[in-house]
């Protein structure tokens, strides 16, 4: 079984929206490596704990941390920008067990109307489901892995009412030169509907908000990143990045 969590940054707005780009991260883990990873991820919520005072039980939500840190303004914006490249780091450090998959929506190209939610949480799933199905994933390859979703809190009914769908019916494009029209590629390697996880008590609902914040950083940074050089910090996920999601693009990155 693969458990992809996944978090978003950006909005689904199309007008008076402040960000230009509305994008979908997974982070992608076996069942056989789950508890590795997550004791990973508590022995570097322990080193944080002893470097900067940062609790266990608090949240490390990306942009909160860096712009609008609340409660953990008490700890120096330097160090809460060293949290944030440590963390990245991290999980970088563990490319045998972890998968990142991107779906990149740019909204300045997109018309009226245009549904951005489902447009970039159908091809995240699609991509979830091919991966699965040609056992390209990291770690343990079982004959007949499935896998499930686990999501922050977002719209969860239009989230499930999507997935159901793509179990019946979901049209794809035939491939250039192999004629016009689409084929019925039902997701067949899912297990349940999706499932839903507050980011306060998942590490890594909040490992994969990092990621998904630091893709948006690559592309458009705020002040603070820009001024620290933290557009670079994405790098720091280069060996975790799975890059037979899109074979155009070097991280596997899917640009819609």
């Known amino acids: 079984m693969h458990l992809m969590y996944v978090d978003e940054s950006g909005d689904c707005g199309l007008v008076n929206s402040p960000t230009r780009y509305f994008i979908l991260a997974g982070l992608v883990v076996h069942e056989l490596r789950w508890q590795g990873v997550l004791n990973v991820l508590a022995d570097f919520r322990r080193r944080m704990r002893a470097k900067f005072g940062l ?24 160090d ?13 450090g563990m490319s045998a067990d972890l998968d ?17 939610f489902s447009a970039a949480w159908k091809i995240l799933i699609q991509r979830f489901q091919n991966t699965i199905a ?21 719209d969860v009914a239009k989230l ?19 004629g016009t029209g689409t084929r019925n590629l039902t997701i067949t390697h899912f297990v349940e509907d999706p499932s839903f996880r507050s980011s306060q008590h998942s590490y890594f609902i909040q490992a994969v908000d990092l990621a998904a914040w630091l893709v ?9 990143m820009r001024k620290k ?23 596997g990155f899917v640009r819609l």
């Open 100 to 116: 990142l998959i991107v779906v990149i929506l740019d909204k300045s190209n997109k018309p009226p109307g245009y549904d951005v």
């Open 160 to 178: 499930t009412g999507l997935v159901r769908r793509m179990r019946r019916y979901n049209p794809i494009p035939h491939r250039p030169g192999y």
């Open 216 to 224: 948006l950083q690559g592309l458009h940074p705020c002040k603070y």
């Open 229 to 251: 050089g933290g557009r670079a910090y994405l790098s720091r996920l280069d060996p975790i990045c799975c890059t037979v999601a899109s074979r155009g693009d070097v991280r």
């Open 80 to 92: 809460r920008l060293t949290i944030v490249r440590e963390f990245a780091d991290c999980l970088g």
């Open 134 to 154: 040609n056992h390209n994933f990291r770690g343990p390859r079982n004959a007949d892995d499935r896998g499930i979703l686990i999501a922050d809190d977002t």
């Open 55 to 78: 609790l266990m039980r608090e949240e490390i939500h990306a942009a909160k941390l860096v712009n609008d840190p609340g409660p953990l303004v008490r700890l120096a914006k330097h």
